[in-house]
């Protein structure tokens, strides 16, 4: 019989090297091992069942077996991860999701049990047990009480805290988890938002909201997103990203974040796997909580409101739980952007301002949320289930946005232009989203084996039924510009009476523009898992192993029109037609904008005037065709893995296979030398790939309270559908050229973990750790110019294949309630996490080395809370630091040089502030406000260095007050 020693050394020996192995045209084989040497180890893994010394279930001439369930006092919920031992012994067990825990081959005899559980008190009983007998101990734990400074606080509020914790410190691998109790303390609106607060989770802002996570450094389509354990589609419109913008946090009763993945979970999760919960088992007492809050966003025109559920009970055997949640939220954002160009005057190039864009966003989202929980319990080895979730995202905007540009007419000298333009543009959109996933499954006991099965389907849906734009131009402007400041430039109109350039009778309408876009995401989902629980030696563990298929389909279809009047309706209409009776107005208090088309006014112009409208359709087939796909991907999963417990230590290692197919169908663009759209051809793409990923997962508990992990693992990232694609759309307006792919790579990551925890009582949490990955062939986007040609001075994006990334970095947090410190300071409580990462990145096409881009180097996230009695406030910061967000292949002019060696794309540092504050009333009623971006900072981008400033929004403050009641 192999030891454990031997397993890992030929775990070791046989996945040295990736190697490319062809199967057939078109198709290709990334493996650490050959298929059947993957066979053979699974072999080996498996071979601890099969040997002499192994007992898969407990004998009857050794002992007997102890068995329960462990339940909080205070609502009967069964306590997962709470520590079951007999000290005498040295035997240990966990409790499952139900609270079960099973203790096999006690020796006959009288012996004392005791359970440990975090926050809560300890509690033991004795019980004699005779050889092949099944005892049955069940335990009911009661929350331990704080004292801070004189009053005792007991309440039940700490129970799921308390949870999260336990699950944290007894889960086999590295993982951080916030609890339903934290997230209703965050003024964390939405699930976006609450995965922040956790240990290295950064997030980009979309219009005052976080759209996208980035963990550890990477990009959101390297992590993946499942809930309740069931992945969900996803809602990019190209991309593999799920948006969790459009997901109220009220639906979550937890979050789970693993960074070290086990075998049995799917491999593309480079940064983790985010686990959103919406259930909790459930006990005896009925669950029935209602919540509801209004407020104001400032410079809003609407009011913002949330609503929310939850529901549960159980009948007999038959479990129930549901949850509902709205909310709306009616922001408002200020934004500013520069171009640069470069002009000689007789002394050399020097910089020039281009463009200045000036504009006010309104954006009103609404969130509906339900989602639900059926259990039945057949037998207790049997449990049958469905659950669901539907999630509708509906976001409804305005844009006002003014243009003044001098790179239209001619410059005479520095900051002086002859001929320029002004534009007004007036846009108005709706963006629905779907995300939406229904699933059944049993888990079972089937002789040895603990068996589950799941299968489910997921759609997601992005529809924009309409983005309208009505642009009005004058051109022959004369101007003069000072960007001694290049974050505000200052710029004036040079006549007799330059107001008047901001009279809507003296601004020409130009044109109408809609675009149309409809993105569906299908999945459907199976896997199998089976369990064998064994006892090896003084060990005890357990063989698991199974499959997974997972299917894909996901298609787009995107259109920009656009209308011009001809003939003699050229210079007919002008903003007066459809402008607001007012100035809009000043933005950031600095800069007048003039009359916004008032949309209600818009509509009517276009139902009465579209016929006298010509469409462009050579623009129409030039900046569509090629955004319109149909893909498809399957993949193929198997795995087989083992864990072992012996005293203090956990090891965990295995094996998972994972055979990825995609095909793509789409469109090629062809363009004439002068960039007129010509002809469009059809292509239809397509590979295959074997990935084979070992790991193994180490912990060492240094005593009840505190534990060592260590984690060696591997994964995948696989390119975005478009990116793929041989496609090229060019945007004259914007002066950008986005190319696709073809011959992208997956990305193949290593990963090493590193962590130290320690828990207090009687809640509180220190820990530190660093990690490291290396990336083959990860994914950029670059960024290029155009020389010479229709198209001189084009910008051009292309993703590309670095050659390799290494990435370090470190984690520490700390959590803890103060009760210690004196007087009214007993009453503080720290949540405060920090990470950094840095990186190396060597590129291809770039002969220079550069950070990973979208990798963050510092994120921090803080909050300070105070409680007595019945009052609670807490005051968060959340920070990200400034990071690489494109490279550059330009070449910089001479003049630039200390910019060497690009002009690549950065967005700058950012620290937003909230506050949230509680106050508990009578019969379970709590009063809460939440006070969002109090400080107004704004997203900020540069090129090359911050004189070159590129945008900068700012997003305002914004909170509700509300109240919750638990019933």
Same mark, same amino acid.
């Given at each position: 019989?192999?030891?454990?020693?031997?397993?890992?050394?030929?775990? /070791?020996?046989? &996945?040295?090297?990736?190697?490319?192995?062809?199967?057939?045209?078109?198709?290709?084989?990334?493996?650490?091992?050959?298929?059947?040497?993957?066979?053979?180890?699974?072999?080996?893994?498996?071979?601890?069942?099969?040997?002499?010394?192994?007992?898969?279930?407990?004998?009857?001439?050794?002992?007997?077996?102890?068995?329960?369930?462990?339940?909080?006092?205070?609502?009967?919920? #069964?306590?997962?991860?709470?520590?079951?031992?007999?000290?005498?012994?040295?035997?240990?067990?966990?409790?499952? @999701?139900?609270?079960?825990?099973?203790?096999?081959?006690?020796?006959?005899?009288?012996?004392?049990?005791?359970?440990?559980?975090?926050?809560?008190?300890?509690?033991?009983?004795?019980?004699?047990?005779?050889?092949?007998?099944?005892?049955?101990?069940?335990?009911?734990?009661?929350?331990?009480?704080?004292?801070?400074?004189?009053?005792?606080?007991?309440?039940?509020?700490?129970?799921?805290?308390?949870?999260?914790?336990?699950?944290?410190?007894?889960?086999? @691998?590295?993982?951080?988890?916030? +609890?339903?109790?934290?997230?209703?303390?965050?003024?964390?609106?939405?699930?976006?938002?609450?995965?922040?607060?956790?240990?290295?989770?950064? +997030?980009?802002?979309?219009?005052?909201?976080?759209?996208?996570?980035?963990?550890?450094?990477?990009? #959101?389509?390297?992590? =993946?997103?499942?809930? !309740?354990?069931?992945?969900?589609?996803?809602?990019?419109?190209?991309?593999?990203?799920?948006?969790?913008?459009?997901?109220?946090?009220?639906?979550?009763?937890?979050?789970?974040?693993?960074?070290?993945?086990?075998?049995?979970?799917?491999?593309?999760?480079?940064?983790?796997?985010?686990?959103?919960?919406?259930?909790?088992?459930?006990?005896?007492?009925?669950?029935?909580?209602?919540?509801?809050?209004?407020?104001?966003?400032?410079?809003?025109?609407?009011?913002?409101?949330?609503?929310?559920?939850?529901?549960?009970?159980?009948?007999?055997?038959?479990?129930?739980?549901?949850?509902?949640?709205?909310?709306?939220?009616?922001?408002?954002?200020?934004?500013?952007?520069?171009?640069?160009?470069?002009?000689?005057?007789?002394?050399? /190039?020097?910089?020039?301002?281009?463009?200045?864009?000036?504009?006010?966003?309104?954006?009103?989202?609404?969130?509906?949320?339900?989602?639900?929980?059926?259990?039945?319990?057949?037998?207790?080895?049997?449990?049958?289930?469905?659950?669901?979730?539907?999630?509708?995202?509906?976001?409804?905007?305005?844009?006002?946005?003014?243009?003044?540009?001098?790179?239209?007419?001619?410059?005479?000298?520095?900051?002086?232009?002859?001929?320029?333009?002004?534009?007004?543009?007036?846009?108005?959109?709706?963006?629905?989203?779907?995300?939406?996933?229904?699933?059944?499954?049993?888990?079972?006991?089937?002789?040895?084996?603990?068996?589950?099965?799941?299968? @489910?389907?997921?759609?997601?849906?992005?529809?924009?039924?309409?983005?309208?734009?009505?642009?009005?131009?004058?051109?022959?402007?004369?101007?003069?510009?000072?960007?001694?400041?290049?974050?505000?430039?200052?710029?004036?109109?040079?006549?007799? =009476?330059?107001?008047?350039?901001?009279?809507?009778?003296?601004?020409?309408?130009?044109?109408?523009?809609?675009?149309?876009?409809?993105?569906? !995401?299908?999945?459907?989902?199976?896997?199998?898992?089976?369990?064998?629980?064994?006892?090896?030696?003084?060990?005890?563990?357990?063989?698991?192993?199974?499959?997974?298929?997972?299917?894909?389909?996901?298609?787009?279809?995107?259109?920009?029109?656009?209308?011009? #009047?001809?003939?003699?309706?050229?210079?007919?209409? +002008?903003?007066?037609?459809?402008?607001?009776?007012?100035?809009?107005?000043?933005?950031?208090?600095?800069?007048?904008?003039?009359?916004?088309?008032?949309? !209600?006014?818009?509509?009517?112009?276009?139902?009465?005037?579209?016929?006298?409208?010509?469409?462009?359709?050579?623009?129409?087939?030039?900046?569509?065709?090629?955004?319109?796909?149909?893909?498809?991907?399957?993949?193929?999963?198997?795995?087989?893995?083992?864990?072992?417990?012996?005293?203090?230590?956990?090891?965990?290692?295995?094996?998972?296979?994972?055979?990825?197919?995609?095909?793509?169908?789409?469109?090629?663009?062809?363009?004439? /030398?002068?960039?007129?759209?010509?002809?469009?051809?059809?292509?239809?793409?397509?590979?295959? $790939?074997?990935?084979?990923?070992?790991?193994?997962?180490?912990?060492?508990?240094?005593?009840?309270?505190?534990?060592?992990?260590?984690?060696?693992?591997?994964?995948?990232?696989?390119?975005?559908?478009?990116?793929?694609?041989?496609?090229?759309?060019?945007?004259?307006?914007?002066?950008?050229?986005?190319?696709?792919?073809?011959?992208?790579?997956?990305?193949?990551?290593?990963?090493?973990?590193?962590?130290?925890?320690?828990?207090?009582?009687?809640?509180?949490?220190?820990?530190?750790?660093?990690? $490291?990955?290396?990336?083959?062939?990860?994914?950029?986007?670059?960024?290029?110019?155009?020389?010479?040609?229709?198209?001189?001075?084009?910008?051009?994006?292309?993703?590309?294949?670095?050659?390799?990334?290494?990435?370090?970095?470190?984690?520490?947090?700390?959590?803890?309630?103060?009760?210690?410190?004196?007087?009214?300071?007993?009453?503080?409580?720290?949540?405060?996490?920090?990470?950094?990462?840095?990186?190396?990145?060597?590129?291809?096409?770039?002969?220079?080395?550069?950070?990973?881009?979208?990798?963050?180097?510092?994120?921090?996230?803080?909050?300070?809370?105070?409680?007595?009695?019945?009052?609670?406030?807490?005051? &968060?910061?959340?920070?990200?630091?400034?990071?690489?967000?494109?490279?550059?292949?330009?070449?910089?002019?001479?003049?630039?040089?200390?910019?060497?060696?690009?002009?690549?794309?950065?967005?700058?540092?950012?620290?937003?502030?909230?506050?949230?504050?509680?106050?508990?009333?009578?019969?379970?009623?709590?009063?809460?406000?939440?006070?969002?971006?109090?400080?107004?900072?704004?997203?900020?981008?540069? !090129?090359?260095?911050?004189?070159?400033?590129?945008?900068?929004?700012?997003?305002?403050?914004?909170?509700?007050?509300?109240?919750?009641? =638990?019933?």
């Amino acid at each position: 019989m192999s030891s454990d020693a031997d397993i890992h050394a030929r775990l /070791e020996a046989g &996945t040295a090297e990736t190697q490319e192995v062809p199967l057939m045209q078109g198709q290709r084989v990334k493996s650490r091992t050959p298929f059947l040497g993957t066979l053979a180890v699974v072999a080996i893994l498996a071979g601890p069942m099969l040997g002499s010394e192994v007992r898969a279930q407990p004998s009857s001439a050794d002992g007997g077996e102890i068995q329960g369930q462990i339940l909080a006092q205070e609502n009967n919920r #069964p306590l997962a991860g709470a520590q079951v031992r007999i000290p005498d012994l040295g035997l240990r067990a966990l409790t499952n @999701s139900r609270g079960g825990y099973r203790l096999r081959n006690v020796p006959p005899g009288t012996h004392q049990i005791t359970v440990q559980y975090l926050g809560y008190q300890d509690e033991s009983q004795e019980v004699s047990i005779q050889a092949g007998e099944v005892a049955s101990v069940d335990f009911v734990l009661t929350i331990r009480p704080m004292d801070v400074d004189g009053i005792t606080v007991s309440g039940t509020r700490w129970g799921s805290q308390a949870d999260a914790l336990n699950r944290q410190r007894t889960a086999p @691998s590295i993982q951080n988890v916030i +609890s339903e109790e934290q997230i209703e303390r965050f003024p964390d609106p939405q699930a976006a938002e609450a995965i922040r607060r956790l240990p290295g989770v950064a +997030s980009f802002d979309h219009r005052g909201e976080p759209q996208s996570i980035f963990i550890r450094g990477m990009s #959101p389509g390297m992590s =993946n997103v499942t809930m !309740d354990g069931e992945r969900l589609p996803t809602t990019g419109l190209s991309d593999r990203e799920t948006s969790l913008m459009g997901l109220p946090s009220e639906i979550l009763s937890s979050l789970e974040l693993s960074k070290a993945i086990t075998p049995d979970m799917d491999a593309d999760a480079v940064g983790g796997t985010v686990n959103l919960v919406t259930r909790a088992p459930l006990g005896d007492q009925r669950i029935f909580n209602v919540s509801g809050a209004g407020g104001w966003h400032q410079h809003g025109a609407g009011p913002n409101a949330q609503a929310s559920t939850v529901f549960g009970e159980r009948f007999g055997n038959v479990g129930i739980l549901l949850r509902g949640s709205f909310r709306r939220n009616d922001m408002m954002m200020d934004d500013i952007r520069h171009f640069w160009g470069t002009e000689d005057f007789g002394n050399g /190039e020097v910089d020039v301002l281009d463009q200045l864009r000036l504009g006010s966003y309104r954006t009103e989202r609404d969130r509906y949320a339900i989602s639900g929980r059926l259990d039945y319990d057949v037998n207790p080895q049997t449990t049958l289930f469905v659950r669901g979730l539907f999630n509708y995202f509906d976001k409804q905007g305005t844009r006002h946005q003014f243009r003044a540009r001098p790179e239209s007419g001619d410059h005479l000298a520095f900051g002086v232009v002859e001929g320029g333009r002004l534009e007004t543009i007036g846009r108005e959109n709706r963006i629905t989203q779907t995300l939406s996933t229904l699933g059944a499954g049993v888990e079972t006991v089937m002789g040895p084996f603990n068996v589950d099965v799941n299968a @489910s389907v997921g759609l997601g849906k992005h529809d924009q039924p309409y983005q309208r734009y009505l642009n009005h131009r004058l051109g022959g402007v004369d101007m003069t510009y000072d960007i001694s400041n290049t974050r505000r430039a200052e710029w004036e109109v040079v006549g007799d =009476n330059p107001g008047s350039y901001f009279n809507p009778e003296n601004i020409p309408f130009l044109r109408h523009e809609n675009r149309t876009d409809h993105v569906r !995401d299908r999945d459907f989902n199976t896997r199998v898992n089976f369990e064998l629980p064994y006892d090896l030696a003084e060990a005890q563990g357990s063989f698991r192993f199974g499959g997974r298929f997972f299917q894909k389909e996901k298609d787009r279809d995107y259109w920009v029109r656009r209308f011009f #009047p001809v003939g003699d309706d050229r210079g007919r209409w +002008s903003l007066a037609e459809l402008a607001s009776s007012s100035q809009h107005r000043p933005i950031v208090g600095q800069y007048e904008i003039g009359h916004w088309v008032d949309w !209600d006014r818009g509509r009517r112009f276009l139902d009465q005037n579209f016929s006298r409208l010509e469409e462009d359709v050579g623009y129409t087939m030039e900046v569509s065709a090629s955004q319109n796909y149909e893909a498809s991907e399957s993949v193929v999963a198997g795995y087989a893995m083992t864990t072992l417990e012996w005293d203090d230590w956990t090891f965990i290692t295995g094996l998972r296979a994972e055979r990825t197919g995609t095909s793509y169908v789409g469109n090629q663009t062809v363009f004439d /030398e002068e960039g007129r759209f010509v002809e469009m051809n059809p292509i239809d793409e397509g590979s295959s $790939y074997l990935n084979i990923f070992p790991s193994a997962h180490l912990r060492y508990r240094l005593s009840d309270q505190t534990n060592f992990r260590l984690a060696w693992t591997h994964a995948l990232a696989r390119p975005n559908f478009t990116d793929l694609a041989p496609t090229q759309f060019i945007d004259h307006d914007a002066q950008r050229i986005t190319r696709g792919n073809p011959d992208l790579q997956p990305s193949l990551v290593r990963n090493v973990d590193l962590l130290v925890e320690h828990y207090f009582e009687p809640l509180g949490l220190l820990a530190g750790g660093i990690f $490291y990955k290396r990336l083959s062939d990860f994914f950029f986007g670059s960024i290029d110019r155009v020389e010479g040609g229709a198209m001189d001075g084009y910008e051009v994006r292309q993703p590309q294949n670095g050659a390799a990334a290494d990435l370090w970095g470190a984690e520490i947090a700390w959590q803890q309630r103060l009760t210690f410190l004196p007087g009214l300071l007993s009453g503080l409580g720290l949540y405060a996490n920090y990470t950094y990462t840095t990186s190396n990145a060597e590129l291809r096409e770039v002969t220079r080395e550069v950070p990973l881009p979208r990798q963050i180097p510092h994120v921090l996230n803080a909050a300070l809370s105070w409680e007595r009695g019945p009052f609670m406030t807490m005051l &968060t910061a959340n920070h990200r630091s400034e990071y690489l967000w494109a490279v550059s292949q330009e070449a910089v002019s001479d003049h630039r040089s200390h910019l060497f060696p690009s002009m690549d794309r950065y967005l700058e540092a950012q620290t937003q502030f909230d506050l949230s504050a509680q106050l508990e009333g009578p019969s379970s009623t709590t009063i809460f406000l939440e006070l969002k971006n109090i400080t107004d900072e704004p997203q900020t981008w540069y !090129d090359g260095s911050p004189e070159f400033h590129f945008r900068s929004s700012y997003n305002h403050a914004w909170g509700v007050l509300g109240v919750r009641m =638990n019933f």
